[in-house]
């Protein structure tokens, strides 16, 4: 399958760049294939190893395998550097890793330095698990004063405030009501390159 994995990661780029997949004969053309057939047989292999699937109109589709990435079988070290074995076999989907419920997660961009000392940076996106009740310590979207605000959810004497990562930044003492939208379950953040 190491052909196919090429091929897979070229349809793999197409679809990021389109989302959407090529018809087989531009499939054959942006894989260098020479025969409708062996166009035929690659999404037949894929399609058997749980990459590729048919929609209801016939065309072809990704499924959720197509979207794993190779997980390192070492983790790499932020400290000294230590050897790393070859990228194993082991796979994940980024929704398996960070979203536990899908129908109650959303995505919400940062903006501002607030959080900065938390390592949320301005541009991150937080990914939140919408839910009415949180933890003192929890990292959460909140509605103060009808506005959303991302701070740790403190209390103090008795009432709940909103403490930001940077000493820049005042604790918000909501003046009416605070009301928890959700709780930051992780964060992604695109590097520039």
């Known amino acids: 399958m190491t052909n196919d994995q090429h091929y897979l990661g070229q349809l793999q780029d197409f679809y990021a760049e389109h989302r959407v997949l090529p018809t087989y004969a531009a499939m054959g053309q942006l894989l260098g294939l020479k025969s409708k057939s062996s166009v035929a047989a690659l999404v037949a292999r894929l399609k058997l190893a749980g990459y590729l699937g048919n929609a209801p109109d016939k065309r072809l589709k990704p499924v959720e395998k197509f979207f794993e990435r ?3 079988s070492s983790s790499v070290r932020a400290g000294l550097p230590n050897s790393i074995d070859d990228i194993s076999s082991e796979a994940l989907t980024i929704d398996d890793y960070l979203v536990e419920r899908p129908s109650q997660t959303v995505l919400v961009r940062v903006k501002g330095d607030s959080m900065i000392d938390a390592g949320i940076h301005e541009g ?4 939140v698990e919408r839910k009415p009740a949180a933890n003192i310590g929890d990292i959460v979207v909140a509605i103060v ?7 740790y959810l403190q209390r103090e004497k008795g009432s709940f405030v909103l403490h930001p990562a940077n000493p820049a930044y005042p604790v918000i003492r909501p003046k009416g009501q605070l009301e928890i939208f959700g709780v930051m379950v992780g964060l992604v ?3 520039k390159s």
């Open 145 to 151: 004063d009808n506005e959303f605000t991302l701070k």
């Open 124 to 127: 991150d996106i937080a990914v």
């Open 189 to 191: 953040r695109k590097m």
């Open 70 to 72: 190779a997980l390192a």
